[in-house]
């Protein structure tokens, strides 16, 4: 019986042990010699690696940084010789007698004869990967909406072009080998990085795909993980050499980058052998992934490879490596949109974005335009009307509700939504987690344009403490006139002469920024930032404004009406007080008109009250 129970107790420790792998010793630096040849481990096809020839050239110095080193080596087997060093053998581990030595990670340029490739030594690696430190804050990245194919490149500059790793001068690269230029130093560069995108229509994502390029990435349209890697043999964790995933958008989208696993320790990972982004601590899905094939190409071959499932977080973005840990993935934002189309049924899409107060935005973006420009006409006459709320952690949510028409439409939709996301990431108060974003978008193929044409009201002379009903004439595109009309409560204490404003929501907001300085950059904290946000005007409302010639004033962004004289004495006079701007009128009453359209024009009426 204590027989069997051993036995059995050994065998349950040879399956943990077999399913946390433990690190390979390393092959230090120093013990490095010229003509040493080491074997390598990559996926050149499936999700199975192979081995490769690797011999060393020599060791580079200060090539990467101060005091880093890169090993120079030449590659040979499998498929390159045909195809020299490949896009997505990032991160491939190299071993000598079994140790070691570093991952794959640099290739010598475009149009290489031989497959010459930058070894990382993984000591770096791990002592980089470990560092703790705080997330670079990256405020200082301007996005601009809407989005724009220059707008991108320039705000992925913005972001990471702080980060120069590379030696510039051959004088400043030590060479240990016989043989080997120091120039090669300054020629060297991050192995390509495929980016897997899948699911996105190529007019929508080229402009980012274009931007994610200039960084150093080779975007590719391949998709999820399809048959093959569903059929596969699945593994009990990731190995040295097996291909690995960095997911920026999952679900019904797929975004995100492709590479190799270089060591496993227990559920620690470590991979590329070169940075993703440089953007150090990070909460990125590390997933599996699936090489379908190998593209040739003189340029610059590459890894055909699709990302599977989250298999665990990426927490680090280096220098010299990326790291992370197996189990559960990060926190993503939701999206769910459902578009109802006037042509068919409706359909609901459904993916996730990293919470990244760049990427973010950037990814939803391109994700709600996608999903609107796929399924509906991206040239002549369209309409959407935008219905839905993101969640904010702690702070409720931002609503949306809002129609948009024109020749491109979809453009002022997506930006709308993502508008408020963006503004609120950047925001200098605190950091903000957005919890989900729920859409509901109702599509038609048809302009919904009005303009404003005349207001009046009916009945007598007004008198204070009455309520008259206001009408307003809007005639649609199509010439069809609509008569909307609202009750307009005069109060008991109004006096003389009173005005009725009826304008479109920009209109009113240029005479809001103009006159009573009320921007959302001038907001005092969070709550107040989606105070504002939720009463951004809209297209298809009039707005209607009741407004006497009393005198007030805005003080902290706050519009206070009809104060009198001793209190805007005092108010001027403090220069303690904050900011403070005189108003020549007092706001009485304000109401909303809702149309089926985007509603444009002003008009005025001024009403003499009958006391």
Known sequence: MKIRTLAALLALLLVVGARVPAATASFPVDELKAGMVGIGRTVFQGDRPEEFKVHILGVLRNVIGTRRNLILAKLEGGPLAGTGVIAGMSGSPVYIDGRLVGAVSYSLGQFSKEAIAGITPIDEMIQDANLPAPRRVAARVDLQMPLTADGMRTSLRQAFSWVRPFAENPADVQVFGPGVDPGIGTMLRPIATPLTIGGFDASVIDPLASAFREQGFLPMMAGAAGQDAATAQPQPALRPGDPIGVALVTGDLAFGATGTVTEVDGNRIYAFGHPFFGLGPTQFPMTRAYVHTILPSLFSSSKLASIGEIVGTMQQDRATAIAGTLGAGPALIPITLKLTSDRGPSKTFSMSVVNDQLFTPLLAYVSILNTLSSYERQ???????????????????????????????SIGAATYVVGPINFLLRNAFEGVDIEALNLEIEASEQSKTATLERVWIDGNRPKPG???????????????????????????????????????????????????QLQPLQTRDLPQMIRVLNQARKNNRLYVRLVSPDAGAVVKGESLSSLPPSVLAVMASDRNGGSFKPLGAALLGQWEITTDHAVSGSRTLTLSLDN
């Not at 369209?382 to 839905?388: D, E, W």
């Not at 009725?500 to 920009?506: K, L, N």
């Open 466 to 516: 009455s309520t008259v009903t206001l009408k307003a004439l809007v005639r649609t595109y199509r010439g069809e006139e609509i008569t909307r009309s609202v009750p307009v409560e005069i109060p008991a204490n109004a006096r003389g002469s009173v005005s009725i404003m009826v304008t479109d929501g920009s209109r009113l907001s240029q005479l809001e920024a103009r006159d009573l």
């Open 379 to 409: 040239n002549g006459a369209a309409s959407y009307t935008v219905r839905g709320s993101a969640s904010v952690k702690k702070y409720g949510t931002v609503n949306f509700e809002d129609l948009f028409t024109g020749d491109t439409p």
